[in-house]
């Protein structure tokens, strides 16, 4: 099965891709992670993306689609995977439809979770990461036990460069998801649209009972 999450920046894709992840055992591939993973090597890939990255826009389709098809030809892959953060626009999701159908194989379901302007600046700037296993947290919404330190590894917390104020106003006016890419998959049936405003725990049920 091939899945698709959208959203606006802090919509909770992430959050909600790891839970899935956990529960189904599906692979999650998340551009964003694989950008930032780059960023921290110092590569010429993460050079290029943080060029973008740092200002809220999006990486050019020819890194991002290369990347990213590249990712889903390794053998983990072969029989499935939930996609946070790609496609980001109609370009990358007719990549992607391609590379899969080339493989007898398509997007089963898009789901689009929603959320509030305002929330999503909340959400953004309360957000902590793990910098060893990568976990969400939010400071106020779901808390580590100890301020700073990963309840699942017990590694240390930080916030991500692109979540400071100014940049995450670019990015909230850059990075919705565009009507012609909503458009491309309620037409073919598979997209479902759900309310991410409510509690994590009930966002994680609709997005399963979406994708049963
Ligand atoms: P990426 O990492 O994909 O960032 P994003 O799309 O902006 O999404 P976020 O990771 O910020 O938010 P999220 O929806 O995952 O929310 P989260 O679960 O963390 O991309 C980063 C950059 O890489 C982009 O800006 C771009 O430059 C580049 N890039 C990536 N993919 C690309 C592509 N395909 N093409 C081109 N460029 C690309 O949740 C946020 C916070 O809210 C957390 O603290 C969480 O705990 C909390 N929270 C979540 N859900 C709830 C809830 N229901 N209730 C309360 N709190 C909640």
Known sequence: MYIVLLGPPGAGKGTQAQRI?????LLHI???DMFREHVKNNTELGQLAN????????VPDEITIRMLLERISRDDAQAGAMFDGFPRNLAQA??????LASR??????ALLITVSDEELVNRLSGRWICRQCGRLYHQ?????????ICDTCGGQLYQRDDDKPEVVRERLQKQKPPADLIQHYRQAGVLREIDGQRPL????????????
């Open 201 to 212: 725990d009930e966002v994680t049920q609709a997005l399963l009972e979406a994708i049963k």
């Open 94 to 99: 007719i990549a992607l439809d391609q590379a």
């Open 104 to 109: 007898g194989a398509r997007v089963d379901r």
């Open 51 to 58: 060029q973008y990255m740092s200002r809220g826009e999006l």
């Open 30 to 32: 998340s551009t964003g």
């Open 140 to 148: 106020q919404n779901d808390p580590p036990q100890k301020p700073g």
């Open 21 to 25: 992840a956990a529960a189904t055992g």
